[in-house]
């Protein structure tokens, strides 16, 4: 059963666009909601994190909206770049615990 | 990938077998990780390690085991590999505050 559900598959998106990630959790205690950035051949990277006592953090052109009600948070990426052409994973845990992750969304920004 | 390095990079194996990749990481981290990515699965928790000689289970740890007689030293067994362990496999180090470092990744090919 997926812990973290994460959409779209893939992105593509123009030059200058937004794009707009999607996740949806069920687990409750989960405390802690971060978004990694993989470059093909490298481990991932974390990007950016938040915590269900706000709604919304902002790094940056990368932005996480939480919605703690609907369980459901997402990453904006503002003027996107052809280098933040990856793939992006979600991923819901609490302190001390396993940590889960979504399935992936492949990014493409054309230039 | 700084403080954390993953060997072999690839390895090609039969059926059967046993296998051992290695994380070594230099940060001095008290958790551990392993994860497999499959494609339409994302990263998926194989074991962890939160000390010497403690670890635990995750949501995928059927067929392998895992060994951390050192800090610095992660070990993933595959007892008798199978073809449905072919993947990329991702070793992570936590620093306690649920962020995870992750090393560039072990790939490998069960014939």
């Known amino acids: 059963q997926q812990q973290v559900k994460q959409s779209p598959q893939s992105l593509i998106v123009q030059k200058g666009g937004i794009s707009i990630i999607n996740c949806a959790y069920e687990?409750?205690?989960?405390?802690?909601f971060p978004w990694y950035q993989q470059f093909p051949g490298k481990g991932p990277a974390l990007l950016i994190a938040?915590?269900?006592?706000?709604s919304e953090k902002k790094e940056g052109r990368f932005t996480i909206s939480f919605n703690k009600s609907a369980k459901q948070f997402s990453l904006h990426i503002m003027d996107s770049q052809p280098g933040d052409s990856a793939t992006y994973f979600c991923?819901?845990?609490?302190?001390?615990?396993?940590?889960?992750f979504g399935t992936g969304t492949s990014l493409t920004v054309i230039p | 990938d700084a403080g954390i390095t993953q060997s072999p990079r690839h390895k090609v194996t039969e059926t059967g077998t046993p296998v051992t990749l290695r994380c070594h990481q230099t940060?001095?981290?008290?958790?551990m990780y392993w994860y497999r990515q499959d494609p339409g699965h994302g990263l998926r928790l194989i074991h962890y390690?939160?000390?010497?000689?403690?670890?635990d289970k995750g949501e995928v740890s059927d067929g392998y085991s895992v060994s951390r007689s050192k800090t610095e030293d992660f070990l993933l067994t595959l007892e008798s590999a199978t073809s449905s362990q072919t993947s990329v496999y991702f070793c992570?180090?936590?620093?306690?505050?649920?962020?995870?470092?992750f090393g560039s990744g072990t790939q490998l090919s069960v014939l």
């Open positions: 991923q819901g845990g609490n302190t001390g615990n396993q940590f889960y």
């Open positions: 687990n409750t205690a989960f405390d802690y």
């Open positions: 938040i915590r269900p006592d706000v």
């Open positions: 940060e001095n981290h008290r958790y």
């Open positions: 390690s939160y000390g010497v000689k403690d670890t």
């Open positions: 992570a180090m936590g620093t306690g505050d649920e962020k995870l470092f």
